[in-house]
Each structure stands twice: as structure tokens, then as C-alpha cells.
């Protein structure tokens, strides 16, 4: 099992430039997250999906789309890159979603964005 | 809201040492709580957790006891190895839909 992978894993981009963070898991998880990792900060929620075909807004959906391709897959797109979306993106899975005691999430290694 | 407050790192120990990493909380009703590690390069690995007050959460050899009358959960190990630098989170699930972390603090051990 590879667990949970994302791509890329290093990124720049000029301001207004676009691009979409992958992500995919193997362990059948029905849910899925997006997090945002800044210094001196905890990890803050994007976006999740609590089961295939469902996506919703967390505490940070701003500037930020969502895709649940099918239950392996969800990506994270920046439509107009902004140097504030400078960050480290985490991508986790958890087997059921939170509130059904799915606390316990996997997740990637991680993609650093820089945008100039 | 629910927030997680955690001892600014670095934390730097000589191996053997004693460690101990501060957590406490602020959540109303009854939260569950984490911490997790993430080692250089990695992402976030779940390493601990309790769900009520009094357990007590352990794995590799750490702990931390989920104290509410203190509303912390502080982590600590007896004896640190140099495989032990990572950078620690707590956590907590309250009444929404998230986790919500800390700040992170960073451990390094020296040999």
C-alpha cells in the first residue's frame, strides 16, 4: 500500500497562474481532506469530502477548488495563484468521516507551494 | 471556538533525556484528543489518543493523559532517541466536523 500520495511535490508559480494539487489514496477511505500548513500555525481545513460525491467548504475555502474524482481521488485547484496561498498542502483520508469516529487520518507527504 | 494552544519549539534534548511537550485546550463539551508526529520529509502520522478524561494514551514508548481539569494533554516520553526528531502536534475533535491542531513544536535530540 502506498497509503495516501500527492503530486506534485514542489511547486513556484507567478501570481494569477493556475494549477491543481493531486491526490489519491489506496486504502478505500470513504473520506478525504485539504489542509494548509503555515509557520507558527496549525494545520487549517480547505476543503473536505465525507464520501464520494460530496464536497464541502472548511475553514479556509477561499480562493480554493475541489474535485472527488471517485473515492481515490480528490484535488485541490488554485484558479489565480495569490502570493497568501504561499503554503505546505496536506492531503489526508480517514475511513469514515468525523463525526462516525473517523478521527484517525492519513496523510501525504505534503506539496510546498511558493507563488512570487 | 475550539483551539489548541502548544509549547513553542525548537525543543532540543540530548538522547536519553526526559521529554515532555506541552498541550493544553479550549472546547466546549467533550473533545477527543491526538497528537500526531510528523518526521522530516513525511506527512503526518497519528501517534497517539484518548477519548475521555482520565486515559491515558500511549505508543513507542510515549504518553500523555487526557487531564480535563487542567484541559491538557501534555506528551512525554522517558528516554528520547535521535529517531525521535519530528515535529509533534496535538489535536483535538470537538463538536464540528474537524480536527483542530496546534501550532506544531519542533524536537530535535542530539547524540
Known amino acids: 500500500n502506498a497509503g495516501v500520495t500527492q503530486t506534485p511535490k514542489f511547486q513556484v508559480l507567478k501570481t494569477g497562474q493556475s494549477m491543481t494539487l493531486q491526490c489519491a489514496q489506496d486504502m478505500n477511505h470513504n473520506s478525504m481532506y485539504w489542509y494548509r500548513q503555515d509557520p507558527g500555525m496549525g494545520l487549517r481545513l480547505i476543503y473536505y469530502?465525507?464520501?464520494?460525491?460530496?464536497?464541502d467548504k472548511g475553514e479556509v475555502p477561499n480562493g480554493y477548488n475541489v474535485s472527488r474524482l471517485n473515492k481515490r481521488e480528490f484535488s485541490l485547484r488554485l484558479e489565480s495563484a495569490a502570493p497568501s496561498q504561499t503554503s505546505v498542502y496536506f492531503c489526508?483520508?480517514?475511513?469514515?468521516?468525523?463525526?462516525?469516529?473517523?478521527?484517525?487520518?492519513?496523510f501525504g507527504p505534503g506539496t510546498r507551494l511558493l507563488v512570487l | 471556538g475550539d483551539s489548541v494552544t502548544q509549547m513553542e519549539g525548537p525543543v532540543t534534548l540530548s538522547e536519553e533525556a526526559f521529554l515532555t511537550i506541552n498541550c493544553t485546550y479550549t472546547a466546549t463539551g467533550y473533545p477527543s484528543l491526538f497528537w500526531y508526529v510528523q518526521y522530516p520529509g513525511e506527512g503526518l502520522q497519528l501517534l497517539l489518543k484518548?477519548?475521555?478524561?482520565?486515559d491515558k494514551g500511549s505508543n513507542k514508548g510515549f504518553e500523555a493523559t487526557y487531564r480535563k481539569e487542567t484541559t491538557s494533554f501534555h506528551l512525554e516520553k522517558g528516554s528520547v532517541q535521535v529517531s525521535d526528531s519530528a515535529v509533534y502536534f496535538c489535536?483535538?475533535?470537538?463538536?464540528?466536523?474537524?480536527?483542530?491542531f496546534g501550532a506544531g513544536t519542533i524536537l530535535r535530540v542530539k547524540s
Open positions: 489526508a483520508s480517514s475511513e469514515a468521516f468525523l463525526l462516525q469516529g473517523g478521527e484517525t487520518q492519513y
Open positions: 489535536a483535538l475533535k470537538g463538536g464540528g466536523n474537524k480536527l483542530v
Open positions: 484518548a477519548t475521555k478524561a482520565d
Open positions: 469530502s465525507a464520501s464520494e460525491g460530496t464536497t
